[in-house]
């Protein structure tokens, strides 16, 4: 039903949008495109969370069983949170600055902000792909045990890896980074303000 309801957003948004939305009708159509595309990697990927006494993650249940394309996934939902953020800055633009309000009609405002989802975007598959440690003894393991639980021979996918209570100082690291990089799209907004 995702699919039908935002093709028909975006149909209605087409049809029945006035011009005088300007650009607040592109980033709806946007957030309505975008959404399509996540469903359809949603149910390409099949992801679910794998939990254990040790791990916590999520698998990919097919044939796409590899961190790459876990890390891929989680890297595109950090979209929606960017597009979110810019569809705030305009409001609040639109209420405190109307005369910045026409940025968003420039090439090189959209230019900027698509620059600035597109490294937000890459950065945070790059820690989900390479920041969590997969080096600790008893993590390969706890992995394979894990493979055990949901009858699989083999399993590969983003996991916190924990042993004996404690987390190692690279996953910590790795875990504070996600936070930077979800509150550095709120800044990026407010710096161009």
């Not at 090439?107 to 920041?131: K, M, N, Q, S």
Request: aromatic share 18%; net charge positive; hydrophobic share 45%.
């Amino acid at each position: 039903p995702g699919i039908f309801l935002n093709g028909f957003l975006i149909y209605l948004i087409k049809r029945f949008s006035q011009k005088n939305l300007g650009a607040y009708k592109c980033i709806l159509g946007t957030f309505a495109s975008y959404d399509i595309v996540l469903i359809i990697m949603h149910a390409v990927i099949d992801l679910r969370p794998a939990i254990s006494n040790q791990l916590f993650g999520v698998i990919s249940f097919n044939f796409l069983n590899t961190s790459k394309f876990t890390s891929i996934y989680g890297a595109c939902f950090m979209i929606p949170f960017s597009l979110l953020n810019i569809h705030f800055l305009y409001r609040y633009w639109v209420i405190k600055y109307p005369n910045r309000v026409c940025y968003f009609s420039r090439p090189r405002f959209i230019y900027l902000l698509f620059v600035g989802v597109y490294i937000i975007t890459c950065f945070w598959y790059c820690i989900c792909e390479y920041g969590l440690d997969t080096t600790e003894p008893g993590y390969l393991e706890a992995r394979l045990e894990l493979a055990a639980d949901f009858n699989l021979s083999y399993i590969d996918g983003w996991f916190v890896f924990q042993k004996n209570s404690s987390i190692s100082l690279r996953t910590v690291s790795t875990l504070l980074a996600y936070d930077v990089v979800m509150n550095s799209i709120r800044l990026q907004c407010t710096l161009v303000e």
